[in-house]
Every structure is written in structure tokens, then in C-alpha cells.
């Protein structure tokens, strides 16, 4: 791509040899194992590498199980250096598949589990309403809006009041002020309307008022740990901040009505949002919906653990029902109020459908989360693959999109559906 079409089109520099931006981890490829044709991993990677090709993203990372056995683990570009905006002096630092990134709204997914595990635990009952646990909730007239209304969209508060300074974000006490004050859009639940950043700090105030301890002391016990997770925490301690990959505003700038949905759902344009995004003051923040840091291996190792019916590596992490509650479709498909697209939810993740849906053809078994803009971390329980594919752009529209959809295509392409009798638990 020539410099002049870089400039038009907002994207950075590719080179013509990916091999000398590409990392793999080659002990952590094994589809010999589970009979996967090599062929097929390279005709995955070959549509990362297309997407990289378009130059919307600086860098990407890959991990894709299939039945328990990671068979693509790679990583493409740059964590810093190389945005559009970079000048030639600029230090260009690889993407290596061990690099942080911010997973943004895929947060949600993990999110949601550590509520469903209070659920398994007995300390909250997600039917609940949220005043129950936190009276001052209900100032509004939120009285009734419940725990499980704010999993699924469906708690009438998709976004944090017009004109908030956006120092709110990383100050607890204040947001939490806000979001009480806030009067509900509705309450009755029946409508779907995509809650960007608000309910991970109501989710996070039940979650700490029940069990007297912090969202990052939770997830730390009940998943980073049992896990062996390295990353896998609500931003990134001050001095790995350096490490964390940074965030780009590429592709052309959005226009009406484009520009419009992104405001209605990120509060700000996306080169307000890029700013935030890379500040250290929301990289070290806990931003429960938004600011989760980890790599694609570990979200996929999560989405594994969830086809395994709560279970990693011989250990119990939850039950089998608190997996199937949490992936247990509510509501029918809807246009989501925010995003303006037709979505289907469950009390926590973005689900498939059939013929076609969110995750590919026939994923009617698949459920996951999408992270600003184009981070793409599911799992289909009858295909028996976990998926995460992270990237650092923040493209909204542009040229990127059939290379996107072609990876999703392939990936279930060659992937097919397998046996019902074969398939893990969750998607009985």
C-alpha cells in the first residue's frame, strides 16, 4: 500500500515479508495431536496475515484450541511504533504472543463468569434486583432493575450520563455516584440496548459489597491463579504498563450515522477514545467491562475451560451449570438500542446463530464477546474450538471488514460441525 493510500485510508506501514514481523510459538502448536491437517492451520493464519495486510491493525495475536489442544499460536506487527501517526524514528517494538493487550468489552465475558460464580457460591442471586445488595442503587426509580438485567443489556442504563469528564472512569467512588443518580431509559428488562461501561462497575459494586473483598482479589483467586494465568487482571500494574500493547485509531474517519452509534456507545469519537485508551491513569485503572489485559492464549485458555464444563487441567473452577447458566441464551434476537444490529445474548456473552450469526455460519453452539473494535475471543462448543483473535486497531468502518469476515468464515469452514456425540457437554 503507498504512502498517499496509507494516509487516505488512516493505516499503518506493512511490510512486504511478514515473516520479519511474525512470532510463533512453536511448542505450542500441536494439531498433530488432535489429527488437525497443517493445512488447515495455515489457511487460518493465511487470513491473519490478509487482515494484517490491510494495515488497520499494528499488531495481532491468535490462539485457536481444537478438542483441548492449542493447534495456532502466533503473533503478527507491533506492539508500539508502527500506528499511522508514527513517525520513521518511531521505536518499533514486535508483537510477540506474550505481550498484553487490552481485550476492552471481551472483559464482559470473564466478568459475567465471576458473577455467575457468586451465584454457584451462593452469595448472590442473580434474579435479584441490584438494590437488594446496594440500596442506594435504587434512587431513579432503578428499584427493580436486576443483577441478571444488567448481565444481559437489559438494565436500562447503556451509558454514563452526556458530558461526564472522562476522569470519571478511573475514579471508583464517582462513578459509582453517577450511575446511582442516573435515571433508568427503562426497567422492565424487555428491551436490549448494549451497556459499553456501566454495568461492569454496578457488577463490580455487588461482587465486592457481598464478598467484603476486591473485583481483582476475586478474579485472582477463583480464575488468574487457578489458571496459571500470568496477566489476566482488571488493567496492568504500574510497571508493566510499558509492556502493555498500545491502542489505534485507524481507518477512515467515521461519518453520520457511524459516528453517531459510536458516540452513542463509547461516550467520545474514536481518536477521544484512542486518547483514553493509552493513558496510564485507564491502563492501571479496574474498569471491569472494559480493561481486562491479557493475551490471546489466555482468553482462548478461559473459552477452553468453559467447553470443558468449568474444568482446566484436571482442576474444577466452576460447575458445569454455572457454564451452561452463563451461555444459556436470553430473550430472543433482538436490534440492540446502542449498537443498532441484531444481537442475541445470554446473561454475559454475544451467542451465534443459525444459518448465520456474530460467530460465523451455523454457530447457532457459540457464544464469546467482541472487544473494541474487532477482537474476536469465542467458543463453539460444536465445532469443540476456543478462538481469540486480538488486535490494536480501532478501525469502524473500512476495507479491513471482508478480510475479518473472511477469517470467521474459514475458521468454521474448516472447523465443521462434529457429531453431536462428540461434542463437549455445554452444547447438549
Same mark, same amino acid.
Given at each position: *500500500?503507498?504512502?498517499?493510500?496509507?494516509?487516505?485510508?488512516?493505516? &499503518?506501514?506493512?511490510?512486504?515479508?511478514?515473516?520479519?514481523?511474525? =512470532?510463533?510459538?512453536?511448542? +505450542?502448536?500441536?494439531?498433530?495431536?488432535? +489429527?488437525?491437517?497443517?493445512?488447515?492451520?495455515?489457511?487460518?493464519?493465511? &487470513?491473519?496475515?490478509?487482515? /494484517?495486510?490491510?494495515?488497520?491493525?499494528?499488531?495481532?495475536?491468535?490462539?485457536?484450541?481444537?478438542?483441548?489442544?492449542?493447534?495456532?499460536?502466533?503473533? @503478527?506487527?507491533?506492539?508500539?511504533?508502527?500506528?499511522?501517526?508514527? +513517525?520513521?524514528?518511531?521505536?518499533?517494538?514486535?508483537?510477540?504472543?506474550?505481550?498484553?493487550?487490552? /481485550?476492552?468489552?471481551?472483559?464482559?465475558?470473564?466478568?459475567?463468569?465471576? *458473577?455467575?460464580?457468586?451465584?454457584?457460591?451462593?452469595?448472590?442471586?442473580? *434474579?435479584?434486583?441490584?438494590? /437488594? /445488595? =446496594?440500596?442506594?442503587?435504587?434512587?431513579?426509580?432503578?428499584?427493580?432493575?436486576?443483577?441478571?438485567? @444488567?448481565?444481559?443489556?437489559?438494565?436500562?442504563?447503556?451509558?454514563?450520563?452526556?458530558?461526564?469528564?472522562?476522569?470519571?472512569?478511573?475514579?471508583?467512588d464517582e462513578i459509582w455516584r453517577l450511575l446511582c443518580e442516573a435515571k433508568p431509559v427503562e426497567v422492565d428488562g424487555a428491551k436490549v440496548a448494549y451497556h459499553a461501561i456501566t454495568g461492569g462497575f454496578v457488577l463490580q459494586r455487588v461482587l465486592e459489597k457481598v464478598t467484603g473483598d476486591s473485583i481483582e482479589a476475586f478474579i485472582d483467586r477463583y480464575l488468574r491463579k487457578p489458571m496459571g494465568m500470568r496477566w489476566f487482571t482488571y488493567g496492568i500494574a504500574p510497571e508493566h504498563v510499558t509492556e502493555l500493547a498500545s491502542n489505534y485509531a485507524t481507518g477512515p474517519t467515521p461519518r453520520f450515522p457511524v459516528s453517531w452509534i459510536v458516540n452513542r456507545a463509547l461516550g467520545g469519537d474514536i481518536r477521544t477514545v484512542e486518547k483514553v485508551v493509552n493513558d496510564p491513569r485507564f491502563q492501571e485503572a479496574v474498569i471491569p467491562a472494559g480493561n481486562l489485559c491479557g493475551t490471546a492464549e489466555e482468553m482462548g485458555r478461559f473459552f477452553q475451560m468453559m467447553l470443558n464444563g468449568g474444568i482446566w487441567n484436571g482442576r474444577r473452577i466452576c460447575s458445569e451449570m454455572t457454564v451452561r447458566r452463563s451461555i444459556q441464551q436470553f430473550g430472543s434476537l433482538q436490534i440492540d438500542r446502542t449498537m443498532m444490529i441484531p444481537m442475541r445474548f445470554s446473561a454475559g456473552m454475544m451467542l451465534g446463530g443459525n444459518p448465520m450469526g456474530l460467530w460465523g455460519q451455523s454457530s447457532r453452539y457459540a457464544f464469546g464477546h467482541v472487544g473494541l473494535i474487532n477482537k474476536l475471543c469465542w467458543a463453539d462448543a460444536a465445532r469443540d474450538i476456543s478462538v481469540s483473535l486480538l488486535n490494536t486497531g480501532m478501525p469502524i468502518i473500512g476495507h479491513h471488514i471482508p478480510a475479518l469476515a473472511r477469517f470467521v468464515y474459514t475458521v468454521c469452514d474448516r472447523f465443521p460441525l462434529i457429531p453431536e456425540n462428540q461434542r463437549p457437554l455445554v452444547a447438549a
Open positions: *500500500m503507498n504512502r498517499i493510500a496509507r494516509r487516505a485510508l488512516h493505516t &499503518c506501514a506493512v511490510p512486504e515479508d511478514l515473516a520479519s514481523v511474525t =512470532c510463533r510459538d512453536v511448542e +505450542g502448536e500441536q494439531p498433530e495431536r488432535v +489429527g488437525v491437517n497443517p493445512q488447515v492451520v495455515e489457511d487460518v493464519w493465511h &487470513c491473519v496475515e490478509k487482515l /494484517y495486510r490491510t494495515g488497520v491493525h499494528p499488531g495481532l495475536q491468535l490462539s485457536v484450541r481444537h478438542r483441548g489442544e492449542q493447534i495456532l499460536h502466533r503473533a @503478527i506487527g507491533h506492539a508500539t511504533g508502527n500506528g499511522p501517526n508514527d +513517525g520513521p524514528d518511531a521505536i518499533k517494538v514486535p508483537m510477540t504472543t506474550d505481550t498484553p493487550i487490552c /481485550y476492552f468489552s471481551a472483559s464482559k465475558a470473564v466478568t459475567a463468569l465471576l *458473577m455467575h460464580i457468586l451465584a454457584e457460591q451462593g452469595l448472590v442471586n442473580l *434474579m435479584d434486583p441490584v438494590s /437488594y /445488595y =446496594c440500596p442506594e442503587f435504587a434512587q431513579g426509580g432503578k428499584r427493580t432493575i436486576t443483577v441478571h438485567q @444488567i448481565l444481559s443489556h437489559r438494565g436500562g442504563i447503556p451509558a454514563i450520563p452526556r458530558e461526564t469528564p472522562i476522569e470519571v472512569l478511573w475514579d471508583r
